[in-house]
């Protein structure tokens, strides 16, 4: 059977989740003072960036912005053989921050896990909060989302794709029915 894909948000969708997550994050935090935003590459990285733009768009302030690869710290590097690496690029001190952790989706949490460990070994951050796009649910750990664009029931078997365009802007997320 060839497999099924459904748009279940369009760019239009994305971009009001976005800037309802964008007004959330400021109400939250009550501004920008010491917030920083942290995207996991690959996907979480683009959609931090847009993040901060919306958030400088509202309140006039642009936090500042990082990116974290966690392929290091994954739990399943001994079974994975090798894996490319990415760069984590945190060009500020996190101590005392209060961390936006950014991804695009949200599902077993083994990725949020890797990250809250590699962004510890960066510092001592004030507290660090998760935002995603899609939450799929089939949660393997104790974490759960802050800030979340749309929740997608899913089964384990099914995909979610989030698609992004040239100027990495996302653009489509798309279920994948096997
Ligand atoms: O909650 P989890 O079960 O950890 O799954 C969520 C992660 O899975 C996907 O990344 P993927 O591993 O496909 O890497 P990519 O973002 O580089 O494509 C997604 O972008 C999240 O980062
Ligand atoms: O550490 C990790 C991260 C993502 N997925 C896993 O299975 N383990």
């Known amino acids: 059977m060839p497999e099924v894909t459904t748009v279940i948000l369009n760019q239009a969708g994305i971009n ?3 800037t309802r997550i964008a007004h959330e994050i400021l109400e939250h935090n009550k501004g920008t003072e010491d917030l920083v935003l942290i995207g996991i590459r690959s996907g ?3 959609l931090a960036g847009v993040l901060a733009d919306r958030i400088a768009a509202i309140e006039g302030e642009k936090p500042p912005l990082g990116a974290i690869d966690i392929t290091m710290y994954r739990d399943d590097l001994d079974s994975r053989g090798s894996l490319p ?3 984590t690029e945190v060009p500020f001190d996190v101590d005392g921050r ?3 952790l950014v991804d695009d989706v949200l599902y077993t949490g ?3 896990r890797a990250a ?4 510890i070994d960066l510092g001592r951050p004030r507290n660090i909060q998760l935002a995603v796009l899609i939450d799929r649910g089939h949660r393997e750990l104790p974490i759960r989302p802050d800030y979340v664009g ?3 029931p899913t089964s384990r078997e099914e995909d979610v794709a989030v698609d992004f365009d040239a100027e990495r ?3 489509e997320v798309r279920l994948i029915k096997p």
Do not use: E, F, S
């Open 150 to 152: 749309r929740n997608v």
């Open 169 to 171: 802007h996302p653009c």
């Open 116 to 119: 809250m460990d590699a962004l």
């Open 16 to 18: 009001r989740a976005l």
């Open 44 to 46: 979480g990285d683009h």
């Open 110 to 112: 083994r990725t949020i």
């Open 85 to 87: 690496l990415g760069r």
């Open 98 to 100: 209060k961390i936006v």
